[in-house]
């Protein structure tokens, strides 16, 4: 979704869906590293970020859901409505979490992707 969303649709050339079939999901997690050497500051961006006020914000920016609850306040009803960012339990009943690829699948897909995301190439070439 990150792509698409991010992605210029406001021009009407593309438009977001979901096959029926479902789609993929995924988690995007912050950690300190063991060994860092600034695991302090660390803590404090992952802190800072998770401030309400920075949580909606970065929420709006890249249009994720978030997992932040005193966010949610702080966000339109329309966000919090958007199927795209909240999809249905029925969508998300039909989704699954990203498994490792062959490197020889991951390498096809990439290839078709950047065809895909190169204005002026077809992905059959």
């Not at 702080?74 to 969508?91: G, T």
């Not at 039909?94 to 490792?100: I, L, N, P």
Request: glycine share 4%.
């Amino acid at each position: 979704m990150t792509l698409t969303l991010n992605y210029p649709l406001d021009q009407g050339k593309s438009r977001f869906i979901i096959p029926r079939e479902g789609s993929s999901l995924w988690v995007d997690y912050l950690a300190v590293l063991k060994g860092s050497t600034q695991q302090e500051l660390a803590w404090a961006f992952i802190d800072f970020l998770n401030e309400p006020e920075n949580a909606a914000r970065l929420a709006r920016y890249v249009n994720y859901a978030t997992p932040n609850r005193a966010t949610e306040k702080l966000l339109s009803r329309e966000f919090l409505q958007n199927p795209v960012i909240y999809p249905p339990p029925q969508i998300l009943d039909k989704s699954e979490f990203y498994e490792q690829l062959p490197a020889r699948a991951s390498k096809r897909r990439n290839e078709l992707f950047s065809r895909l995301m190169s204005p002026g190439q077809s992905a059959h070439e």
